[in-house]
């Protein structure tokens, strides 16, 4: 299986295309990454790495998207442009959490221990996922979450790991590392659980709130 994937969920966007499957071990063909990338880079991101692996858009089989948190419009775009393809010609498609792509990679690393993926939340908050970390085992052990600096903070006077995009413009001892497509893609290939495109939605843990306009008044 030929396999896209997508992660546009911080200020370093990235593509890849793999080939594997659940029986055969991903194989990674070629990856592009873009720091400070944009929207309108997006098609041509894909048209590059498309040429760079050597492979025809018609081939690809499966269209994974990183879902976040993170950047909601770069989310966002991703998802609009794998619910098009979809749409064009019925590519099967995957989300995957990019907080669970970070805890792969640092584990890829070898950052081993316990751990603790940290995202920009904005409003002076954060993303936050536990994991705990070997070099065979990688294991969640607490639900990504809405946390404030000093919780975070916290977790780092225990001597556990923080690790994320951009860490260290809050937290000095941090360890910087940004959601791959490549790493997403591995992660995807040993899934099925295929989603039609309205179903794939960003990782957000805020509700959704708005405030009703009032009716527009009338000028005599």
Known sequence: MKILALEFSSAQRSVAVLEGGNVVPPAVLGEKVEAGGR?????????????LSHVEL??????????GPGSYTGIRSAIA?????????????????????????????????SMNIVIDAQR???????????????????????????????????GEMVVGPEVKRWFSEGKVLFPSASVLGKLAAGRDDFVAGEKLEPIYLRETSFVKAPPPRVVG
């Open 81 to 113: 442009l794998a619910q098009g393809w979809q749409l064009a010609t019925g590519v099967r498609l995957l989300g995957v959490s990019s907080a669970e792509c970070l805890a792969a990679q640092a584990q890829d690393q070898g950052w081993f221990g």
């Open 39 to 51: 929207a309108a880079r997006a098609l041509g991101l894909i048209e590059e790495i498309l040429k």
């Open 58 to 67: 018609e081939q690809i089989e499966c269209l994974a998207v990183g879902l």
């Open 124 to 158: 002076k908050e954060f993303y936050l996922a536990g994991y705990e970390i070997g070099g065979a085992v990688r294991r969640e052990v607490e639900r990504l979450r809405l946390v404030s600096l000093e919780e975070v903070q916290a977790k780092m006077k225990t």
